[in-house]
């Protein structure tokens, strides 16, 4: 049974950090996982992806202020969060899927995705 857990979450101040992390099992491969993220009355969107070879993806949102990460040896993703704003404020979910995506508006699509974690609430207050 494929399983997501997401840690990290929290609450911080305008201009804080974060880092949250997946933990993945019941699964040898996928090949694309990402971060989402939905605020409430927002759809869910996508945060950043990273694929098997490395290749990352971010939405213009969070450019230059979010990293995401993966460790191969222990099946885990990490999004590292900095210079956070308000506007961050929501519950981030992991996901994964073993389908290849060239486009980067794919690999940041919630539909592109199968797996799904429980989700992390991040708090940004001003």
């Known amino acids: 049974q494929v399983q997501l857990v997401e840690s990290g979450g929290g609450s911080v101040q305008s201009g804080g950090s974060l880092r949250l992390s997946c933990a993945a099992s019941?699964?040898?491969?996928?090949?694309?996982r990402g971060w989402f993220r939905q605020a409430p009355g927002k759809e869910r969107e996508g945060v950043a992806s990273?694929?098997?070879?490395?290749?990352?993806t971010y939405a213009d949102s969070v450019k230059g202020r979010f990293t995401i990460s993966q460790d191969n040896t222990k099946n885990t993703v990490t999004l590292q969060m900095t210079s956070l704003e308000p506007e961050d404020t929501a519950i981030y979910y992991c996901?994964?899927?073993?389908?290849?995506?060239?486009?980067?508006?794919?690999?940041?699509?919630?539909?592109?995705?199968?797996?799904w974690g429980q989700g992390t609430q991040v708090t940004v207050s001003s």
């Open positions: 996901a994964a899927t073993r389908a290849f995506y060239s486009g980067d508006d794919l690999r940041l699509a919630p539909r592109s995705y199968y797996y």
């Open positions: 019941g699964y040898r491969y996928t090949y694309n």
């Open positions: 990273i694929d098997n070879n490395g290749r990352t």
